[in-house]
């Protein structure tokens, strides 16, 4: 079998232009980045339409290190829908460059499922995560010189900042540093430090935009921190948010590209799942919606944290309206989560398997909250026996779900083709009634418990102290009414990355809170979670190389 890259370096691919006409786009309105890639200006999104589309999110159970192919899905998915004539845009992310150097690898999907340019895609793409990432270091740029220049300072109190810099790169040495050393021409000595760029709230914002003029308010709306008096300070008061909007003029308009089928493909923003809200831009998906009946989405991490998040934030704030979800599943995560070690993972194991069912039973469970009747789809690897997938599929059936197999890795559509039919039967259910999870009125401390007790399982929550003094100064800011964007470890359940299977009997720690005034949300930070990750002792970095005729190699 070829590797992701080989196949993806042998499919001949169609001109963009091609792409837009299949949608219905004039090829004048394309911003051209080369033959295979362009943007789409704003004006081309139609309310209108979008309301009148079919919107498919899918996620998946909790991850394991064996990886479960939710992008593969959505794609190979989409591609099916084409296939039987039902007109089908997937809308994804973006990758980051950090788990593509790292340990995940690319996010483009794999085998016969894969959104192309893939190594364009997997790297630098049209620039947009290079934009974020100067935008918000202007704003860190503007803050220190606020402190240095004495006759405009707004007379900030230095250790109540919390906006660091961020870069597109796992570099643990950069979480916490000290600036300004050197004497005082070199700027005002503090700590500070470094997330990786999908962690920014300028990602964040981008992907919660409605219009120009929106993503300004929110840049604007970006809370730095106190003056010494005790007054709050935002972007606005730095004059910063004009500037931070030209740097992402182009990166606000979402991306047009294609899978190995030629299904149309928009790609846009990148917010990491377990950080922030980690879907795709509502511009990205509005675009999707507007030209296509359907729209296949994906949601960052498993349904305790994508999904949820995708509920309760983006379509909240958008008033988007989810018609069908699909949950990813593997027998090798199911396995895992049953208690099978890494390396055994490929050998059959019933009693594993079965009580690594009890993972996929809570994101049932959890969909089904939001008025949903999922459907899941096995993602199905060359070591699946049929024992194996009878055993998940008539559990799934007990669950009152349909279950499909799902063959696009190895097929692309043609694979996916029994998803697809049973995903449109699902749109079509009558008795769907999507509802958040949660009243916007209701205090911080219920709708944390309430997200920690309903989607993860837990007993309770537990705070420190500073949380809860955190919570009241948003609370003192008139910020007491914004959704709650958790961040915590995607590998578990629980705020224990080490907690696999169905995990009870523990309460989740929220050791700090802070407030994204711009995105629109809070995130309480629980347990160990991390915003800048590190690399491995054998990072994918080491495998990737370029030749003499310009040929990449070792992508994935």
């Known amino acids: 079998m070829k590797s992701d890259i080989e196949i993806a370096q042998t499919t001949r691919m169609k001109h963009i232009k091609e792409v837009a006409r299949q949608l219905g786009i004039d090829e004048n309105d394309l911003e051209l980045y080369g033959n ?60 980051s460059l950090g788990p593509v150097f790292g340990i995940k690898g690319g996010a483009a999907g794999g085998g016969y499922a894969q959104v192309v340019p893939m190594e364009d895609i997997n790297l630098h793409f049209t620039g947009d995560i290079a934009a974020v990432e100067k935008a918000h270091n202007l704003l860190a740029a503007l803050i220190d010189n606020n402190l240095q220049q004495k006759s405009v300072s707004l007379d900030i109190d230095s250790r109540t900042i919390e906006w660091k810099r961020v870069m597109d790169m796992n570099e643990r040495a950069l979480r916490d540093i000290i600036i300004g050393m050197g004497g005082k021409a070199q700027g005002v000595p503090r700590e500070t430090g470094f997330y990786i760029t999908a962690a920014s709230e300028v990602m964040a914002i981008l992907c919660m935009a409605s219009d120009m003029d929106d993503l300004k308010r929110r840049l604007g ?60 831009s509502i511009l990205g998906t509005k675009m999707g919606l507007t030209f296509s009946d359907y729209v296949v989405t994906e949601a960052g991490f498993a349904s305790d944290l994508g999904a949820e998040k995708f509920f309760d934030i983006k379509c909240r704030m958008s008033g988007l309206i989810p018609d069908a979800v699909v949950i990813v599943a593997t027998i090798r995560a199911l396995n895992y989560h049953g208690g099978a070690g890494i390396k055994d993972l490929k050998e059959k194991n019933l009693k594993a398997l079965e009580d690594g069912l009890e993972n996929l039973g809570k994101h049932i469970e959890n969909m089904k909250m939001f008025g949903l009747k999922p459907v899941v789809s096995i993602n199905k690897f060359d070591t699946d026996t049929e024992d194996e997938i009878r055993v998940v599929t008539e559990y799934c059936r007990k669950q009152g779900v349909d279950v499909a197999l799902n063959e696009g890795w190895a097929k692309g559509g043609e694979g996916a083709v029994d998803l697809a ?29 309430t997200i920690a007790t309903k989607m993860y399982g837990a007993d309770g929550v537990e705070y420190t102290g500073k949380a809860i003094k955190q919570l009241r100064a948003i609370e003192n800011l008139g910020l007491d009414e914004l959704p709650v964007c958790v961040a915590k470890t995607q590998k578990s359940l629980s705020d224990d990355e080490k907690l696999r299977g169905r995990p009870r009997g523990y309460k989740i720690s929220v050791r700090e809170v802070e407030v994204s005034a711009g995105a629109g949300f809070i995130v309480p930070i629980a347990g160990a979670i991390m915003r800048m990750p590190g690399l491995p002792s054998r990072p994918a970095a080491e495998n990737i190389d370029i030749d003499k005729d310009g040929n990449i190699t070792g992508l994935f």
Do not use: C, W
């Not at 159970?61 to 007109?87: D, F, H, V």
């Not at 039967?425 to 911080?444: C, G, H, I, W």
């Open 36 to 95: 295979y890639k362009a943007k789409l200006p704003l004006k081309l999104i139609d309310e209108e339409k979008v309301k009148k589309a079919k919107l498919i999110l899918v996620t998946a159970l909790t991850p394991t290190p064996a990886g479960e192919g939710k992008t593969t899905t959505s794609i190979g998915l989409a591609q099916a829908m084409n296939r039987i004539n039902k007109k089908t845009t997937v809308v994804l992310r973006e990758p």
């Open 221 to 280: 709306s970006i809370f730095i921190g106190y003056t010494y008096e005790g007054k709050p300070v935002f972007a606005r008061d730095l004059k910063a948010q004009g500037a931070m909007a030209v740097l992402l003029k182009d990166a606000i308009k979402p991306n047009l590209v294609q899978t190995l089928e030629g299904t149309p493909a928009i790609i846009h923003g990148g917010p990491f799942g377990n950080i922030a809200q980690g879907t795709n």
């Open 421 to 449: 039919e049973k995903v449109v039967k699902a749109v079509e259910d009558p008795e769907r009634n999507f509802k958040t999870l949660y009243d916007l009125s209701s205090s911080y401390e219920d709708k944390i418990e």
